[in-house]
């Protein structure tokens, strides 16, 4: 059974910064990608970038320029670097993942809160 587990959230000024990390565990075969998306109290889960097998990035126009994805296959581990970090990014941060072939994310961590006091 593929598990995520992720790690790295806290409590920092604005203007901090965080790096989140996602360990990925049983998946036996096959390239995935991951991903990072966010949920504050009250409003919908929202994406913030995705990483291919190959290390191809895509983020969510709103969080370009300060949030950074990548990978470390290796490790089987995502990250997400989040640099100059606002009050309004407090929120639970999720990771998550599929296989290539799969059209919707297949697997969760349980979240990792991160919160930016003014």
């Given at each position: 059974?593929?598990q995520?587990q ?44 995705s990483?291919?097998?190959d ?38 941060y ?8 799969q ?16």
């Amino acid at each position: 059974q593929v598990q995520l587990q992720e790690s790295g959230g806290g409590s920092v000024q604005a203007g901090g910064s965080l790096r989140l990390s996602c360990a990925i565990s049983g998946y036996t075969y096959g390239a995935i990608y991951g991903a990072w998306f966010r949920q504050a109290p009250g409003k919908e889960r929202e994406a913030i970038a995705s990483i291919d097998d190959d290390g191809t990035t895509t983020y969510a126009d709103s969080q370009k320029g300060r949030f950074t994805i990548s990978r470390d296959s290796t490790k089987n581990t995502l990250y997400l670097q989040m640099d100059s970090l606002e009050p309004d990014d407090s929120a639970m941060y999720y990771c998550t993942a599929k296989h290539v072939w799969q059209h919707v994310w297949s697997w969760w961590g349980q979240g990792t809160q991160v919160t930016v006091s003014s």
